[in-house]
């Protein structure tokens, strides 16, 4: 028998301090006694911002005034199959207060909860939100430009509080195992750990780098490949179903527990396979005009937006991209924001 397939909308409630608002599930409700973060069924001709609107002055009793889409991602219950359209709601006026006598509590969503059980599809969600919102990308391009880049694009990086870092340099490596840069990676990796940043590595490089760093990210390329070689994906295919947001990347990728997973990607197919092997976010572009590509026009606001809600996990907008264009990436529901050429002082 089909499973019933629900539309929701779902508001991660912020507040300035970081803090997220959970509630527990009234008990003549599925899923007594568990957590949630609040929203419903979309209505009939309603929009996914008008039903958050509704649902959270239903619940609540606060109305949104500053909201933004984030992830769409579908998840499969025992009885229901459901498309949550989470977004982030950064505004509102109103106390919030239980309209149905259920529990909320703040909590911070990069500690362990006070709270629970939490409810299987509220699981991803937390967990991308743990994510730094903006993703430097390094073009260094030979030992020549070495000091450049850690004096004017790491270092005031990490001073202004980016703690996602990749280490990207094609043009420097073929390949092939290259002293120099195996150092500068390493001096990498140094800098960004002494602030508590994360720093990935490019699958340009040798697999052999990859324990070394915090995670990789993979080229379009070879995500689907590695997608196809796995037969996650048809050959030249689209892979269809819910994603379930799994915590870890494919283990045949030979990653640890906790190490990050990036996938570039172009098109529907690039995030069909950033899901198959249960990427963490994806990088998606180049949305504006960019000096790495010449001549060529970027995807533009509204095609990025598109992908974006189909990639059913966390992305990154780049090309581009600097701190200012921030809120207009959010807007189209991006997650934040890579930057790989602009300094980032006068970004």
Same mark, same amino acid.
């Given at each position: 028998m089909t499973k019933p397939f629900l539309h929701v909308a779902a508001g991660l409630i912020l507040r300035p301090d970081g803090a997220l608002l959970l509630g527990q599930r009234p008990a003549d409700k599925p899923w007594p006694g568990w957590w949630e973060l609040p929203g419903g069924k979309l209505e009939p001709a309603e929009t996914v911002m008008q039903a958050l609107a509704r649902e959270l002055k239903e619940e609540l009793d606060i109305e949104v005034t500053e909201a933004t889409p984030w992830v769409t991602y579908v998840h499969e219950y025992p009885k229901n199959i459901v498309k949550l359209m989470f977004c982030r709601v950064t505004g509102w006026h109103g106390e919030p207060r239980g309209m149905e006598n259920q529990a909320f509590a703040w909590v911070d969503p990069h500690a362990t909860l006070s709270v629970g059980p939490l409810l299987p599809a509220a699981e991803p969600p937390l967990r991308w939100l743990r994510l730094p919102d903006q993703y430097l990308i390094s073009s260094i391009e030979s030992a020549a430009g070495l000091p450049q880049f850690l004096e004017q694009r790491l270092e005031p990086a990490l001073d202004a509080g980016v703690r996602l870092v990749q280490l990207r340099?094609?043009?420097? *490596?073929?390949?092939?195992?290259?002293?120099? =840069?195996? @150092?500068?990676?390493?001096?990498?990796?140094?800098?960004? $750990? @002494?602030?508590?940043?994360?720093?990935?590595? %490019?699958? &340009? $490089?040798p697999v052999?780098?990859?324990? #070394?760093?915090?995670?990789?990210? #993979?080229?379009?390329?070879?995500?689907?490949?590695?997608?196809?070689? +796995?037969? +996650? +994906?048809?050959?030249h295919g689209h892979a269809a179903g819910p994603y379930?947001?799994?915590?870890?990347? $494919?283990?045949? *990728?030979? +990653?640890?527990?906790? @190490? =990050? #997973?990036?996938?570039?990607?172009?098109?529907? %197919?690039? #995030? &069909?396979?950033?899901?198959? *092997? %249960?990427?963490?976010?994806?990088?998606v572009g180049h949305v504006l005009e960019t000096p790495s590509h010449p001549g060529q026009p970027g995807l533009g606001w509204d095609a990025f937006a598109r992908l974006n809600e189909q990639a059913g996990l966390p992305v990154f907008?780049?090309?581009? @991209?600097?701190? &200012?264009?921030?809120?207009?990436?959010?807007? $189209?529901g991006a997650h934040g924001i890579a930057v790989m050429r602009a300094g980032w002082a006068n970004s």
């Open positions: 340099e094609p043009g420097w *490596l073929h390949g092939t195992e290259d002293p120099a =840069l195996r @150092q500068v990676f390493e001096l990498v990796i140094k800098r960004c $750990h @002494q602030v508590g940043a994360r720093c990935l590595i %490019n699958s &340009a $490089h052999s780098w990859w324990a #070394l760093a915090d995670g990789v990210h #993979l080229r379009a390329a070879d995500a689907v490949a590695w997608a196809e070689r +796995l037969h +996650l +994906l048809p050959v379930y947001g799994h915590p870890d990347p $494919h283990p045949a *990728l030979g +990653l640890k527990p906790g @190490q =990050l #997973l990036g996938v570039s990607a172009h098109t529907v %197919n690039d #995030l &069909a396979a950033a899901r198959c *092997l %249960n990427a963490s976010f994806a990088m907008a780049v090309g581009g @991209q600097s701190r &200012a264009t921030l809120p207009v990436a959010r807007q $189209h």
